[in-house]
């Protein structure tokens, strides 16, 4: 026996989540494990908010990321062009198994490593580039460009086109979009991009992740034209937002934080700690990728239709005190493994590696170089982008004080 569906969330409570997430899914969580929400689409969802119940959903294959299972007229996300839609946020198995097989050899643990040196060299650069300022905003002079110079070595884009492929970025990014044409000719230019670098690679291939992956294409014929050239997209939207929001977030925390600062500071060797804790504490998505329900289900006594979107609440199960003693409080001590940061079951990030490494890396070197960094208005309210879907922030001016 179900237990009753539960009410709609108050439009109030749905607008907080932009304003206070944690406090407005904690009340949630509290509240109940399952609640009826308008989605960031404007139609009707389910959200799920308590850490063991958001965990089995995550890995449950009777919710699919495929959008093929929505119910008429129950979907309104971005619409993207066929050679970039055949991605594997947008995937079930067999297809999401076969691609992912081909291409994870790239992303593993031995491979990334051997990007750390690019990335602290790329990571350094920047800094000496703020180095004799007295202050700079933290968003658009470093946690911003790191990751997409990272993103350009791994595809193999020329320096002479980075101009041009970061304004097309940060365009697709923009907290506050143009409008649908805008969207749809950015989309363009880097479809068009992208397929003419897709063309160079084969003519000329190099040591880069968009040549390997045009080699398994070529050579098997295993992977189809669109699904090369969404892998080559997906590269890109999974590998530059989500890990500036996280080296944003992260920098304003431990700021906030100048215990945990200072703990780290002093041992190294817990950078590697802290980086998990903090994606835990303040992660860059407040809600995992949208599923929806193959068939009914019943999640926590409340039964899903066939068909329904379901919202898994990664910002309300990170502070579960069910799963988490004094989940409110950052401590780079806490053991936070199993958060849900970067994903669980089939869907697991397969740049998680690389995720890793670049916060550790982003952060050590930061506060190596600045040892005095501090916020240049410690009253100021934090920016954050007008997203339920992304939490980061629009700027985060910093001071560097006494330089190391």
Known sequence: MT??????????DVAELLTDPYAA????????PVHRVTGTDGLPAWLVTRYDDVRQAMADARLSLDKRHAASGGYRGMSLPPALDANLLNMEPPDHTRIRRLVSGAFTARQVERLREPVLR?????????????SFDLITAYAAPLPITVICDLLGVAPADRRDFRSWTDALFAPAPAGPSAAKETVAGLLAYFTQLMADKR?????????????VRDQGDRLSEDELMSLAFLTLIAGYDNTVSLIGNAVLTLLHHPDQLAAVRTAPDRWSGAVEELARF???????????????????????PAGETVLLSLAAAHRDPRHYPEPDRFDIGR???????????????????????EGE?????????FPG????????????????????LLSLPVRTGASG
């Open 3 to 12: 237990a009753p569906t539960p009410a709609p969330v108050p439009a109030s």
């Open 25 to 32: 899914y904690g009340r949630l969580r509290e509240a109940g």
């Open 122 to 134: 790329t990571a350094e650069q920047l800094l000496d580039a703020v180095a004799e300022q007295e």
């Open 203 to 215: 003519s000329h291939p190099g040591d880069d992740l968009l040549s390997a992956m045009i080699a």
């Open 282 to 304: 303040d992660g860059p998505m407040p809600l995992a990728m949208r599923r929806f329900a193959t068939e009914d289900i019943t999640i926590a006594g409340v039964t899903v």
């Open 335 to 357: 053991d936070a493994g199993g958060h849900l940061a970067l994903g669980h079951g089939i869907h697991y990030c397969l740049g998680a590696p690389l995720a890793r490494m």
């Open 361 to 369: 890396i982003a952060l050590r070197a930061l506060f190596d170089r």
């Open 373 to 392: 960094l501090a916020l240049e208005d410690p009253e100021a309210d934090p920016r954050w982008r007008p997203s339920m879907r992304s939490r980061g």
